[in-house]
């Protein structure tokens, strides 16, 4: 395989990959997975600031930031226990 063969196979697997993200977008639920707080997918603060957690291609979970921040006390406290 030559190397304009290679790029061009990077290339389309890059492509792939990008569509695939973008189908689970489709996913995406409208409202808190915990506290079941509605998200409005047109407001571009709460894109930034919301997260989005993926386990695998079936699974999209969408957190506001206090029900995330909560969770990541929850672990802190968790692993400082464990020590």
Same mark, same amino acid.
């Given at each position: 395989?030559? &190397?304009?063969?290679?790029? +061009? *196979? *990077?290339?389309? %697997? /890059? /492509?792939?990959?990008?569509?695939?993200? $973008? +189908?689970?977008?489709?996913? $995406?639920?409208?409202? =808190?997975? +915990? =506290?079941? &707080?509605?998200?409005?997918?047109?407001?571009?603060?709460?894109? $930034?600031? !919301?997260? #989005? #957690? #993926?386990?695998?291609?079936?699974?999209?979970? $969408? @957190? =506001?930031?206090?029900? !995330?921040?909560? *969770?990541? *006390? #929850?672990?802190? /406290? @968790?692993?400082?226990? %464990? %020590?």
């Amino acid at each position: 395989m030559n &190397r304009k063969q290679r790029r +061009a *196979a *990077a290339k389309e %697997e /890059h /492509h792939e990959d990008i569509s695939e993200k $973008l +189908a689970m977008f489709q996913n $995406l639920p409208s409202e =808190c997975s +915990a =506290c079941i &707080r509605p998200f409005d997918r047109k407001d571009k603060e709460m894109a $930034l600031t !919301w997260n #989005v #957690v #993926v386990r695998d291609t079936d699974t999209v979970r $969408l @957190y =506001c930031p206090r029900c !995330w921040d909560t *969770a990541q *006390a #929850v672990v802190k /406290h @968790y692993e400082q226990e %464990e %020590e």
